[in-house]
């Protein structure tokens, strides 16, 4: 089956840190593009940033940039998304996703939509 | 960035009646070279992951009932639910698939009149 397994939930206090994962199977993780979205309590979607787990080349959104760490193990077919110093703000649901893809001139080239979930991590920041 | 705005924020349809979810971008997601536009919807129930609905913004994935249809073009776009089920009672989220950093609109809650 194809799919991406998230870690469970967390409770963390503020000034801790924190890493939860994305593991994927059933598809060839190496060549897909794997995305972070952040959905805090009652609220809607925000794109994180992306990481190929092929280069583990990243970008991150401007609003993510320097507050979190993205990276990827290709032996157990796992991303991560990091924290060194959580807020109570980091309170929220973290969602990995993997983009589509087209393959061209012997090239995998990413899309920018995103067909497969995870189910999503519960990140609980709360002195 | 490509601000993604939703209307409206939420919507009450009978059982069997049409929903009409619309959604406009600040800048065109018609891309020239291929004529697609860059524009994907998706569905969250509660408590569960959001599920792609409809990419190229009127591409439906495959397992998605043929009730759901998306139009629209450059920056105005349109979720069609021709005959409302039960199980459509969730968020409904347009987003930019254009360029990073990609951008949802503000969702559009779904629910029975």
């Known amino acids: 089956e194809v799919q991406l397994v998230q870690s469970g939930t967390e409770v963390k206090k503020p000034g801790e840190s924190l890493k939860i994962s994305c593991e994927g199977s059933g598809y060839s993780f190496s060549t897909y593009w794997i995305t972070w979205v952040r959905q805090m309590p009652g609220k809607g979607l925000e794109w994180m940033g992306v990481i190929y787990p092929g280069d583990s080349d990243v970008t991150y959104s401007p609003y993510f940039q320097g507050q979190v760490t993205f990276s990827v193990d290709k032996s157990t077919n796992t991303a991560y998304l990091q924290w060194e110093t959580l807020k109570a703000s980091d309170t929220a649901t973290y969602y990995c996703?993997?983009?589509?893809?087209?393959?061209?001139?012997?090239?995998?080239?990413?899309?920018?939509?995103?067909?497969?979930w995870g189910r999503g991590t519960l990140v609980t920041v709360s002195s | 960035d490509i601000v993604m705005t939703q209307s409206p924020d939420s919507l009450s349809v009978s059982l069997g009646e049409k929903a009409t979810i619309n959604c406009k971008s600040s800048q065109s997601l018609l891309y020239a070279s291929n004529y697609k536009n860059y524009l994907a919807w998706y569905q969250q129930k509660p408590g569960q992951p959001p599920k792609l609905l409809i990419s190229w913004a009127s591409t439906r994935q495959a397992g998605v009932p043929d009730r759901f249809s998306g139009s629209g073009s450059a920056t105005d776009f349109t979720l069609t639910i021709s005959s409302l089920q039960a199980e459509d009672v969730a968020v409904y989220y347009c987003q930019q698939c254009y360029f990073p950093p990609y951008t949802f609109g503000q969702g559009t809650s779904l629910e029975i009149k």
């Open positions: 996703a993997r983009h589509d893809r087209y393959y061209n001139n012997g090239s995998y080239f990413r899309l920018g939509y995103f067909d497969l």
